[in-house]
């Protein structure tokens, strides 16, 4: 039997077509986690950049698994990556 999926032009209802969008959605792709040499390798940073911002919050999002491991969601590297796209060196 085939199911027909009412829009929201047809019902009038945006709710409608938000809530039958979200149930059709694909799930998005699990992020990869990445150490901290992988994180600076794809910073151009070191290690110990990481840490020196890590401990001053000035750097990524970053995931501490426990006392030592420390991992990064590539999905935050790329997000930190873009905030910090500039056009010019003139400060605002």
């Known amino acids: 039997m085939a199911k027909h999926m009412t ?7 945006s709710a409608t077509s938000t809530i039958t969008a979200a149930e059709n959605a694909e799930p998005a792709p699990p992020t990869k986690l990445l150490t901290a040499r ?10 110990e950049t990481l840490e020196r911002w890590r401990g001053a919050g000035t ?3 970053f995931i501490k698994l ?8 590539q999905d935050d590297l790329e997000a930190f990556i ?5 056009q010019s060196t003139a400060r605002a």
């Not at 992988?38 to 151009?44: I, K, P």
């Open 7 to 13: 829009t929201a032009a047809e019902t009038g209802d």
């Open 38 to 47: 992988q994180a600076g390798e794809l910073l151009g940073v070191s290690s």
């Open 59 to 61: 750097g990524p999002a």
């Open 66 to 73: 426990s006392g030592r491991y420390i991992r990064y969601r």
């Open 82 to 86: 873009k905030a910090r796209r500039c």
